[in-house]
């Protein structure tokens, strides 16, 4: 189960991709669902890559990706 802001920073990356063909940044996430901290959005990557919705790089800022469906 996905809180409110786990589903509004999912749907952001999910919006991002299907328009840029590229993830976003964690910056360009705070900046595109409206939280300051980095630390924040960091936390967020964080539960949705345990819930197994993303996966990522940490190497690389631009790795996220959706790997789970998911209702809106």
Same mark, same amino acid.
């Given at each position: 189960?996905? /809180? ?5 920073? %999912? $749907?952001?990356?999910? !919006? ?21 901290? /980095? ?5 967020? %990557? $964080?539960?949705?890559? !345990? ?22």
């Amino acid at each position: 189960m996905l /809180t409110k802001k786990q589903r509004i920073v %999912l $749907n952001a990356i999910n !919006e991002y991709v299907q328009r840029e063909s590229i993830s976003p940044t964690v910056r360009e996430l705070c900046d595109i669902v409206g939280i300051t901290s /980095t630390s924040t959005v960091h936390a967020h %990557l $964080n539960k949705l890559e !345990e819930k197994g919705y993303i996966t990522r790089k940490r190497e690389s800022p631009r790795s996220i990706r959706v790997v789970k469906e998911y209702n809106i």
